[in-house]
């Protein structure tokens, strides 16, 4: 049998500093969810608290009815806060205040019961279950820490519900079973459950944090592809994969044509809708297989590992035609839009991601030089003014 009073101590302790953990947070970046999973934290301990005063004071109201309060008010802050974390417009919290309210009524008559008793442990079943539903529905990172938190809050439900099943047993039946030992065993593992949730919340906010701010950081915010320094980290974590040591790469670097013009003769807004449009188009196409970005202020990139250069440069004139024979309209007007690109080819390993580029480069280069609005591979210019 597990020590109550070490596993009380210990989850009074974790549980406090982990909401000051949340409480500090909140006070850096102003995100109500934080304050509401501190207080989460810190409205269980102080229920913890509240139920160990029995021992010392003879307060019933005080022992049973507001530790029963607190005990309740824990899930439904980390509820709140969970949907203030996940959506960012206001939502109707009505429902669970008034079950609060309805709850703290119908307690008053048998707080001191175990009627009361039973009815806050249903409650909590049905608090711990929703929370690990709406955990469930969002979208974390953290997919193992994830997943430990909707098997605890689960776990939690289930215990909650055999609990509300003893009690109901021994409130109803005359000659009922003693049950002070499984009852200290699951009020042991419901403090070990919500202490260890508590740990694991954390973590798993953090993780979607720090993801959010390195996808930002990453990410251009008008085309919404990657960056120079994205295209760069993405590129090198992709060729040191063991599964594409030894095999062809090509990048494709395109430039979209006469893109000066666009803005001096239709303004800014239409280049920065030009740049969106062409995104697109590359996003379709090489959402899957390449890793794809906006490098300059017109110029795109696209990594294409395991890819020969004819591959590259068959997908690479698939991107320049669909450009070229789309239409494209800013405030109701037509403005032609083509672009031109060079491909450049190495096996994994002979040449870095800049050498690369730069092999790239010169074959778009030529491709401007020569007409534009074609696809270059090759470095000899008098085989493209031959063509």
Same mark, same amino acid.
């Given at each position: ?195 260890? %949730? !508590?740990? #694991?919340?954390?973590?798993?906010? *953090? ?7 390195? =996808?930002? /950081?990453?990410? +251009? ?70 890793? %794809? !970005?906006? #490098?300059?202020?017109?110029?795109? *990139? ?7 250069? =004819?591959? /590259?440069?068959? +997908? ?70 031959? %063509?």
């Amino acid at each position: 049998m597990l020590h109550l009073p070490t596993v009380i101590s210990l989850s009074f302790i974790l549980n406090v500093l982990i909401g000051l953990f949340f409480l500090s947070v909140h006070n850096f970046k102003k995100q109500t969810s934080f304050l509401l999973f501190g207080l989460a934290c810190i409205t269980f301990a102080f229920a913890e608290l509240l139920a160990c005063l029995k021992l010392v004071i003879d307060a019933p109201f005080i022992t049973h009815y507001l530790a029963d309060i607190f005990i309740l008010l824990s899930p439904l802050l980390i509820i709140i806060g969970l949907n203030k974390y996940k959506h960012s417009k206001a939502l109707n919290l009505k429902p669970l205040y008034c079950l609060l309210g309805l709850t703290g009524v119908a307690l008053l008559p048998i707080y001191s019961d175990p009627a009361g008793q039973m009815l806050t442990s249903l409650i909590i079943s049905v608090l711990y279950l929703y929370s690990a539903y709406i955990i469930k529905q969002m979208n974390f990172v953290a997919t193992l820490q994830k997943k430990a938190l909707i098997v605890c809050f689960s776990i939690h439900s289930i215990l909650m519900l055999i609990q509300t099943t003893l009690l109901a047993i021994s409130i109803f039946s005359i000659n009922s079973p003693n049950y002070i030992e499984p009852l200290q065993l699951i009020l042991s593992s419901h403090l070990i459950l919500a202490t260890c %949730s !508590a740990l #694991i919340l954390p973590y798993l906010l *953090a993780s979607n944090t720090e993801h959010t701010l390195s =996808s930002l /950081a990453n990410t +251009d915010t008008l085309s919404q592809l990657l960056n120079r320094r994205g295209f760069f980290t993405k590129s090198k974590e992709a060729l040191s994969d063991p599964k594409n040591i030894y095999k062809h790469v090509s990048v494709i670097l395109l430039d979209i044509d006469f893109f000066k013009r666009v803005n001096d003769q239709f303004g800014h807004e239409a280049g920065d809708h030009a740049i969106k449009w062409i995104s697109h188009f590359i996003k379709e196409q090489f959402l899957n297989v390449g890793i %794809s !970005a906006r #490098i300059g202020g017109e110029e795109f *990139a696209i990594l294409l590992p395991d890819y020969t250069l =004819s591959a /590259a440069k068959s +997908d690479a004139e698939l991107l320049r035609k669909n450009i070229s024979t789309q239409a494209f309209y800013h405030e109701n007007q037509h403005i032609k839009l083509s672009v031109s690109a060079g491909v450049s080819n190495a096996i994994n390993g002979n040449a870095t991601i800049k050498e690369l580029l730069a092999y790239a480069d010169k074959r778009l280069y030529l491709a401007k030089e020569t007409g534009r609005d074609k696809v270059v591979t090759f470095d000899e210019k008098n085989l493209l003014t031959k %063509s």
